[in-house]
């Protein structure tokens, strides 16, 4: 995934949906998806213990003001080249 790649994806629910946090639910036992979410920024907010097969099912959130791809480093750069075209 790249940088743009994800200035976009988390532009679409912040900034056109405004919403104020994403939620993302993963099961326990998926470490490469929990990896992968939580290098992204996200963090555990909430455990349902046992509610799924495989095991928990971890709720995991960013809000916007959380949102790194969104911030100075790399949200600037992308939004600007996307309104300009």
Partial sequence: MT???LY???????NICEVEK???????ENTES???VKNMG????????DA??????ILLTMRKE?????????????AIATTST
């Fill in 66 to 78: 959380d949102c790194r791809f969104l911030g100075e480093r790399y949200g600037k750069k992308f």
């Fill in 42 to 49: 996200f963090t555990e907010e909430a455990r349902i213990k």
């Fill in 3 to 5: 940088v743009k790649f």
């Fill in 22 to 28: 994403i939620i993302v639910p993963v099961v326990s």
């Fill in 8 to 14: 976009a994806i988390f532009d679409y629910p912040f």
């Fill in 52 to 57: 799924h097969p495989l095991g928990d099912i």
């Fill in 34 to 36: 929990l990896k992968l």
